[in-house]
């Protein structure tokens, strides 16, 4: 099985397969991560993938470091946080994707979520140190040149990217100073010279840190530049006046070109000054609101009759508040006015009116005001523990639960803490100044904790995460917890975890059973054998008398008969020896003797004492060596069975006229023995079958050649007892080839030439061969 497909089976697991450079398999979960439908992914270059997912930041597709922090982009723009593993299989390479926990910006920045939703400040959040566009809302985009000023030209690039002559400007040495002090920067008249021109903001970048390193900066901006430019427009206007009109009309002229509305009238109304910055204002002329009654001519909605006004300003001599005017278009705007009683050159009382337009500040303090019913109203509903507590350790902002379950006398987080004892989750006191209250007021940021507490005499768990808030100077402002009660999930997860332990006590009483039961089993195969094997060596025994006592007596078709009885009887001992050693092997009982012996000399040998059957079938056995003598510590026995069971199989499984070769190489320091055949060949599934007890590849072959599917289950216990390993290739039709590598290493004892000799002279292979390949008739 492929790496990519094992991956279908593993819960939550978000990857690409790439072959070649192109895409060619996408999983579900890497498709609801990142919005994109497979379709819109598969068969594109990687490269191409990873330009569309704005993966960043500076990564590289065929350089992935596994310990970095990656960033992609989904397909509604919104980041997503990873780990990036890269594995290789045949298939090509699997890109596996792990999106970071609690790593999402709106969980992550839930009061800028709320500011920046509403536009009415440009917010933008960026990541550290590569100053990377993360998110921005449509106020902040709306500051940039086209084509930057949407969403789908900025995310994911660099501020160099698209802040035009970024480089050696003062933006790009404040945003450095920012990195290299980590201190927030704050400017309430920045100048910026974009392509459309010059501009003016009131920024402030913030540095936020995770567990104490910089990760992200966020920037909120005001545009400025109308309010900067009416500045310098009126600085200009003044010092051409101061030039040109240093008469007593001075004052008057100053007044006329103010930004602010300045006029002055009668007390009965009748307007007699009206200056250009009125004139703006309300879109009147001079001509057109003089001898005008003013609250007429302006539709004056005052918080309180106009003929109140008067008695108040001839007692005090002033009055000020807040006013709607509508304008000659007859759209309406608030100002911020004041009345003041005056002695004009002719002696005359009149009023002197000066009007600032606070309509956008109005709408502002509105816009907040909604903000904060709409704060409430979430936390009223939201069914989590949210507390916003100041330097003193005072409440200034609680969800609806939290007050409900932790009413208390007092609004100090120390008062309400105090009553209320903590736990970890191994049952231990956590004391007062280790929770997260006390943790987030030190200045520590709190994630992800998980803390037991007593509430109404039940034991409830939270998991607890939280941020301290500082001034520009560092200080303590504010301090953020947000817990979620998870009493029911660990309760389930408890519950869950006692059933694991019941079901697992069961499947072991069930496994020991069932150890007991093989036991039994292999202690009957190993008594049934022995007694097996008596009558066998007794007819053995009856069959060599015949052949040494009376070979001129039998008749040829005598011979034949007990060559039939001696083969099937050696057919029977095989089976049994099997049966015996699979028992030893099962039971631990088997044994090692090691000795020096030239592995060349005795492979040679056990190829040649098969010969004769590998004839009969007119295979042609071609043994290699690519070294002439090799001494290694083995148990020749064990290797004789070994070899003889895989050439045994080789013949069996060969067709007529075909090659088997034997080799003998060094491979990575080890001695290799290959035995390569050009049979029938094993189908892929059955691969890891066939070192498996009574593991047959086919029946119907198996049964042809007489398997029992119990040699090369021997043949895997007998290689490892060696120290050994054993592997099989394998394509049908074509051969197999059994792969055995043995460690390069010598027996304790002295080498024994002599067991080479021994072997030549004893009859012991020939007889192990005769039993082995007893399948095959000759």
């Given at each position: 099985m492929n790496s990519s497909t094992s991956l279908r089976g593993v819960k939550e697991l978000s990857f690409i397969v790439v072959d070649n450079g192109a895409v060619v398999e996408v999983s579900e979960e890497f498709v609801d991560m990142t919005e994109f439908r497979a379709q819109e992914l598969l068969n594109k270059n990687i490269e191409d993938v990873f330009t569309t997912l704005r993966i960043g930041p500076d990564v590289n597709y065929g350089d992935i470091d596994e310990s970095a922090e990656y960033f992609l982009f989904t397909k509604s723009l919104e980041v997503r946080f990873v780990d990036i593993y890269v594995k290789e299989d045949d298939n090509g390479?699997?890109?596996?994707?792990?999106?970071?926990?609690?790593?999402?910006?709106?969980?992550?920045?839930l009061a800028l979520e709320a500011l920046s939703s509403h536009n009415v400040f440009g917010v933008a959040i960026f990541s550290m140190p590569d100053i990377t566009l993360l998110k921005a809302n449509q106020t902040w985009l709306n500051f940039l040149d086209k084509p930057f000023n949407n969403k789908e030209n900025s995310l994911g690039k660099g501020i160099s990217e698209f802040i035009p002559r970024w480089s050696g400007s003062t933006s790009e040495d404040i945003w450095k100073n920012v990195l290299s002090t980590q201190e927030p920067f704050y400017n309430d008249e920045y100048m910026y010279e974009f392509v459309r021109g010059v501009t003016y903001w009131q920024a402030s970048l913030t540095p936020v840190f995770e567990n104490g390193i910089l990760k992200y900066c966020v920037e909120i901006t005001t545009d400025v530049t109308d309010k900067v430019l009416d500045r310098k427009r009126v600085e200009e206007q003044a010092k051409i006046i101061e030039q040109q009109n240093k008469q007593l009309r001075r004052q008057a002229a100053l007044l006329d070109l103010s930004s602010e509305a300045v006029l002055a009238w009668k007390l009965d109304g009748g307007i007699t000054y009206w200056n250009k910055g009125a004139a703006q204002q309300y879109g009147y002329s001079g001509e057109e609101a003089m001898g005008c009654v003013s609250h007429d001519l302006l539709k004056t909605v005052h918080p309180e009759p106009f003929d109140n006004i008067r008695p108040i300003l001839l007692r005090e001599g002033v009055w000020s508040g807040n006013i709607e005017h509508t304008r000659k278009d007859g759209s309406k705007l608030i100002v911020e006015t004041r009345h003041q009683l005056?002695?004009?050159e002719h002696g005359h009382q009149i009023v002197l009116e000066t009007n600032r337009d606070i309509t956008e500040k109005v709408r502002q303090q509105e816009e907040l005001r909604k903000q904060k019913e709409l704060l409430d109203t979430m936390l009223d509903n939201i069914q989590e523990y949210i507390y916003v507590f100041d330097r003193e350790e005072k409440y200034v902002i609680t969800s609806k639960k939290a007050r409900e379950d932790f009413s208390a006398k007092s609004n100090k987080s120390k008062d309400i803490g105090k009553k209320i004892?903590?736990?970890?989750?191994?049952?231990?006191?956590?004391?007062?100044?280790?929770?997260?209250?006390?943790?987030?007021?030190?200045?520590?940021?709190?994630?992800?904790?998980?803390?037991?507490?007593?509430?109404?005499d039940r034991l409830n768990y939270t998991v607890t995460s939280g941020t301290p808030i500082h001034d520009e100077e560092g200080?303590?402002?504010?301090?953020?917890?947000?817990?979620?009660?998870?009493?029911?999930?660990?309760?389930?997860?408890?519950?869950?975890?006692?059933?694991?332990?019941?079901?697992?006590?069961?499947?072991?009483?069930?496994?020991?059973?069932?150890?007991?039961?093989?036991?039994?089993?292999?202690?009957?195969?190993?008594?049934?054998?022995?007694?097996?094997?008596?009558?066998?060596?007794?007819?053995?025994?009856?069959?060599?008398?015949?052949?040494?006592?009376?070979p001129h007596q039998m008749t040829d078709i005598i011979k034949k008969y007990v060559g039939t009885i001696k083969q099937n009887t050696n057919r029977q001992l095989r089976l049994v020896n099997n049966l015996l050693d699979i028992t030893r092997v099962n039971a631990g009982h088997i044994k090692v003797h090691k000795k020096n012996i030239d592995i060349v000399f005795l492979t040679k040998a056990i190829v040649e004492s098969v010969c004769e059957f590998a004839l009969q079938k007119e295979i042609k056995l071609k043994f290699k060596s690519s070294f002439e003598k090799k001494i290694i510590g083995i148990d020749d026995e064990k290797y004789e069975r070994i070899i003889l069971n895989l050439l045994s199989n080789a013949i069996k499984f060969t067709p007529i006229g075909k090659n088997i070769d034997i080799k003998l190489i060094m491979l990575k320091g080890n001695i290799c023995v290959e035995v390569m055949d050009s049979g029938i060949g094993i189908p892929p599934e059955k691969l890891?079958?066939?070192?498996?007890?009574?593991?047959?590849?086919?029946?119907?072959?198996?049964r042809q050649a007489e398997g029992t599917g119990i040699g090369l289950a021997l043949v895997k216990r007998f290689v490892e007892a060696l120290d050994g390993s054993i592997s099989v290739e394998s394509k049908e039709g074509i051969g197999t080839t059994f792969t055995i590598l043995l460690p390069d290493e010598t027996a304790v004892e002295e080498c024994n030439e002599n067991i080479m000799i021994d072997l030549m002279n004893d009859d012991r292979l020939v007889q192990a061969t005769n039993i082995e390949f007893s399948d095959i008739y000759l």
């Open positions: 390479e699997i890109f596996i994707f792990s999106e970071k926990p609690n790593s999402r910006l709106n969980m992550k920045f005056v002695v004009d004892k903590y736990y970890d989750l191994d049952g231990k006191n956590v004391v007062f100044d280790k929770t997260p209250i006390c943790r987030v007021k030190n200045g520590e940021c709190v994630r992800g904790e998980v803390l037991a507490f007593n509430l109404n200080n303590f402002l504010y301090g953020m917890i947000n817990s979620l009660n998870i009493t029911e999930l660990m309760t389930s997860q408890q519950a869950l975890k006692e059933a694991q332990e019941r079901l697992l006590a069961a499947e072991r009483e069930k496994n020991e059973a069932l150890e007991k039961a093989i036991e039994m089993k292999d202690e009957f195969l190993s008594i049934i054998s022995h007694e097996f094997r008596t009558p066998l060596n007794v007819i053995n025994m009856a069959i060599q008398t015949l052949n040494l006592v009376y890891d079958v066939i070192f498996e007890r009574f593991g047959q590849v086919d029946s119907s072959l198996s």
